[in-house]
């Protein structure tokens, strides 16, 4: 890593500032790196409550204090140095340097999974060859992606290096999938940041803890320029049908684009198609007959003003609360239309830039951002996490199902209380029934949020059933509220995965006759069983509830796919699919797991359950075992097996 321009010219007081603002903990496991100064390693740290967790710091201030003139002495003398290049220090010393920040030894078995996760090789997540095929192999094999968010332009960017054909097909006019089509006010990210990018866009400089819409597109737009992959996506063209040729044991793509119908013929498919992708509209009387401007929160127009309009927002997810508050500080009234509350989390600044001294950190400070993303993945990883998503079986309790859930219970309540005081009616109307965790987290911002917005004098709660809606506004417990907009935020048709392409395998068989019994399903969250060469990213239950973050998960499922990809390649093989048997050996796991998760609370209605009763959406096995199984199909078989899955060729996936 070559040192910026902007650390060789800076001043004694600049970096004294910035360091001051980091956090101690990264910098103690960074310097030990970087330095191997045993001073560092003899530190203690005590551990803390952090949420329904806990992380750990520095216990003795001396200590801070001397980490702190430790990396001032480090910045500045590399600064001195000139622009020179830095080196991420020697790998044996890596394991011991995390472990200063994770406050106990990574367990051997991790150790891989973890040094990933710095990404200090940004292309760790990668496909990576065993041998050198010719560039006759490479040509001879073509890969289909399906869309240009977060995993389609993960694939693109791999299979660029790796010199494989490829083309990534979106149906939208740029790059950005979820963050491209929702634009709605208020819109945001509720994943840290820092963890919402890929190992090979670290570098980018994300300026909010939590990214509001427009940085999140920013970002993805980046991606495709820096990695050169733009030129190889199609645009505006959506695909209809993918239809196996066992003659030619290829895929046929077909698609509607700018200029008609459009088809390739591919190797292996890659799908990259959110389940937060096509909206569900609500089936309410009266709909068609209203004369102002109506939406979706998804499809919310370009140039739609809300000052001094009479809104509407119908829905009390994510969406709804994110947009209520930000319609309301302009709109002549808004009127929220809620038919069940939802768990809010106080989280301190995350409407607000990050402070200017950390944005300096990540641009100027050698691997600073490697060594907090590690950090923060360590907070949230399936230690941490575990326990506030799953049943405790021997907890009794009505409003809760473990004592950590019954604790985040209590917290909720005393914000929601604190901020609503004075209000106890709304306090009734916004306290769920479901306990914590049963449904979506939703975060907001303790200084400017949705109970804040409920308070002003024009915004109205209505909790009463609609009834229907007329030319002029929304009937509800008798009453005609009028309006100039309404904004449907009313989720998507999440249950519906892979809707509404036509996808026919081996024989023709069709993808809903192997989900008739109970909803999509995949193995290990990417293959089907008579679909070969078919795989998926951010498929049926990879909605990542096993620690980390969901971006993680999609990166080691689109590797598992390259992998895949790379051993048909290398072994002169035309395909690979997984038996029967295995897919369901894996959902067999997969249900065990999740009959211990919180989401399953009968109280609760939502996306993350379907109509059969069970989530095809979560992924609710520990991100360790995912990693593992996912970790190289075409290399040799592990010398022990989890859950029976053998997840390599010659196991549960068989060529041909």
């Not at 009313?490 to 809707?499: I, M, Q, S, V």
């Not at 993350?608 to 075992?625: A, T």
Request: net charge negative; aromatic share 10%.
């Amino acid at each position: 890593m070559l040192i910026s321009s902007e650390l060789a010219s800076a001043t004694d007081a600049v970096i004294e500032d910035c360091v001051g603002c980091a956090d101690p903990l990264i910098l103690l496991g960074l310097l030990y790196q970087l330095t191997g100064d045993e001073e560092l390693s003899a530190m203690k740290l005590i551990r803390e409550s952090f949420g329904y967790s806990h992380v750990d710091r520095i216990a003795d201030p001396s200590d801070v204090a001397l980490v702190q003139r430790k990396a001032v002495a480090l910045l500045k003398s590399y600064r001195d140095q000139g622009r020179v290049e830095v080196g991420p220090g020697p790998a044996e010393r890596l394991p011991r340097s995390l472990a200063l920040i994770a406050g106990a030894e990574i367990p051997e078995s991790e150790r891989e999974m973890w040094t990933e996760e710095t990404g200090i090789d940004p292309l760790a997540r990668g496909l990576k060859f065993k041998g050198n095929p010719t560039p006759e192999q490479l040509a001879s094999f073509k890969v289909g992606v399906i869309g240009s968010g977060l995993s389609g332009l993960n694939a693109a960017v791999h299979l660029k290096k790796a010199g494989i054909p490829y083309v990534v097909i979106e149906k939208n006019p740029e790059v950005g999938g979820t963050w491209y089509e929702n634009q709605y006010p208020g819109a945001r990210v509720d994943s840290p940041s820092r963890g919402y990018l890929h190992l090979f866009g670290l570098e980018f400089p994300y300026p909010y803890a939590f990214c509001p819409r427009d940085e999140n597109l920013r970002y993805m737009q980046w991606v495709s320029e820096r990695f050169a992959v733009r030129d190889d996506i199609v645009f505006n063209t959506e695909v209809k049908s993918l239809i196996w040729d066992e003659g030619t044991q290829m895929w046929e793509i077909k698609a509607d684009g700018p200029s008609g119908p459009q088809s390739w013929k591919v190797n292996a498919v890659i799908s990259c198609v959110g389940f937060l992708s096509r909206p569900t509209m609500p089936d309410i009387p009266g709909m068609e007959t209203f004369q102002g401007t109506a939406c979706h929160t998804a499809r919310w127009p370009d140039g739609l003003d809300v000052a001094g309009k009479r809104v509407a927002v119908i829905g009390s997810g994510a969406s709804g609360y994110q947009t209520t508050p930000v319609i309301a500080k302009t709109a002549a009234h808004t009127y929220l239309f809620q038919r069940t509350p939802s768990w809010c989390y106080a989280t301190p600044s995350y409407v607000s830039p990050l402070p200017d001294q950390m944005l300096w950190l990540d641009r100027n400070f050698p691997y600073y951002v490697n060594f907090a993303r590690f950090r923060l993945a360590l907070t949230y990883g399936p230690d941490n996490s575990g326990s506030t998503q799953r049943i405790d079986p021997a907890f009794e309790d009505p409003h809760a199902r473990s004592a950590v859930n019954k604790a985040m219970r209590e917290d909720c309540l005393a914000f929601l209380r604190q901020q609503l005081a004075g209000r106890p009616d709304l306090i009734e109307k916004m306290t769920p029934v479901a306990p914590p965790m049963s449904s979506r987290p939703i975060r907001i911002d303790p200084d400017d949020n949705i109970y804040a917005a409920l308070k002003r004098d024009n915004v109205s709660l209505v909790t009463d059933p609609i009834a229907r809606i007329t030319p002029a506004g929304i009937e509800a417990g008798g009453i005609e509220y009028p309006l100039d907009i309404i904004a449907y935020a009313t989720g998507f048709r999440a249950n519906d995965f892979l809707w509404p392409m036509e996808i026919r395998g081996r024989d023709g068989a069709r993808i809903e006759d192997l989900w008739a019994k109970d909803g999509p399903r995949a193995y290990i969250g990417s293959m089907l069983p008579g679909f070969p060469n078919f795989f998926m990213a951010y498929g049926p239950n990879t909605n990542n509830f096993g620690g980390l973050q969901i971006i993680d998960l999609l990166e080691i499922e689109i590797r598992f796919a390259l992998q895949c990809i790379a051993g048909l390649i290398e072994g002169e093989k035309r395909t690979v699919d997984v038996t029967t048997d295995a897919y369901w050996r894996f959902n067999d796991e997969l249900d065990r797991e999740e009959s211990q998760m919180i989401y399953m609370d009968p109280r609760v209605f939502n996306y993350y359950k379907s109509e059969h009763g069970r989530s095809c959406v979560n992924g609710p096995i520990d991100y360790r075992r995912m990693w593992h199984w996912l970790r190289d199909p075409a290399g040799p078989p592990p010398e022990t097996t989890d859950a029976g899955l053998k997840p390599y060729f010659g196991g549960d996936l068989v060529l041909s």
